[in-house]
Structure formats: structure tokens, C-alpha cells
């Protein structure tokens, strides 16, 4: 699996302090690094439109399609997945889920369904069946690619659902590295998450 930022609002805070100094009408206060306490400020008093004003695009490749159907799930978000119908999924990769990758048989088992699959796609494709009719045969493991573009509020209402314990693995682990990496760019908006 890799996350990748592809783009970010540039001076992310800087931007939500001046959109949120409009609606205290508090420009005199701003001043150098004034938005650090400005952002925390309107976090910890529940003030969140205002992160709306900055973005972040994400490039996440190597996920199962179980997993991007879990991140398309958030509307307020914009998606661009790799397709299925314009992609041909001959030898496809996959993820293995841990808990299947750690016992012997059920790996084994998981394998050759896989190449079962892979092959019946090939077969459906030598036939001269078209991509996006073959692809009925590929399972949710098949890897993906998807960029994900959303503003901070969202990002943050993500995170606090996907990052949760009880949050499926693998989105788990995609949401703490799009965490690690926000938090670079916008510690006071994410540095409590």
C-alpha cells in the first residue's frame, strides 16, 4: 500500500484563520504563527466549518476494492478510481488480509482461488469478452488505485471514524498514513486526531 499527498491548500492554517478571522471580524489580531492558536481555538469550540477552506488530494495505491468501497462511502469527498471497464485486470494483484496470510491453509486456499479467478478472467477475455463485462469475476482483493480529494472538516470527521479501533484494517492503516501526513502540513488542525 502507498499514500501519496498529490496536492494540499497552500498555508493551510494561514487560510483558515483569515476565512475565520471574517466571521469574528478580528483581523487586527493577526499577527506571525497567530494561526496556530486561532485554529485550536475553533477546533476545541466545535467552530469546524471554517477548516472547509483547505484541501488535500491523496494518490492511495494497493488497496483492495473493499477498502475503496469503504473511503467512496464519505460523499463529501472526490474520488477518481482506477477503472475496470478501461483497465485490463489480466494477472491482477491483490491483498491478502493478515488474518488469512498468517494461517498456512486459508493462505493456500486464498491463492488458488485467486489464480482461479485470474484465470477465468483471461478466458473470458480470449473469448472476446470486454473488460468491463469480464471484470464480474474479480474479486474485492483485486488491488486499486483511487485519489481522494477533501476538504479538512471532512478529513477529520474520516479519520475520527476510520481511525477508531473498531474501523476495518486495512482502512485503518490508509487513514494513519493520510494522517502522519497531515499532520505535517496542518498539525493544529489534525495534531489532536
Known sequence: MDVFLLYITRNPEKIIELAGRTAYQ???RIKE??????VRMLIRNGHESVLEHAHASFVIRGISRTCSHQLVRHRLCSFVQKSQRF?????????IPPSISKNKEAKE??????KTLDEAYIQLKS????NE????????ATCTEIVVTGNFRELRHII???KHKSAQWEIREVIERMLAILKLFAPNVFGDL
Not at 127 to 130: E, T, V, W
Open 26 to 28: 478580528s483581523f487586527e
Open 33 to 38: 504563527g497567530s494561526e496556530a492558536d486561532f
Open 87 to 95: 483497465v485490463n485486470e489480466s494477472n491482477f494483484k491483490y491483498v
Open 109 to 114: 486456499l486464498f491463492e488458488n482461488t485467486m
Open 127 to 130: 473469448l472476446g469478452i470486454r
Open 133 to 140: 463485462d469480464a471484470r464480474f469475476v474479480l474479486p474485492e
Open 160 to 162: 475520527k471514524l476510520r
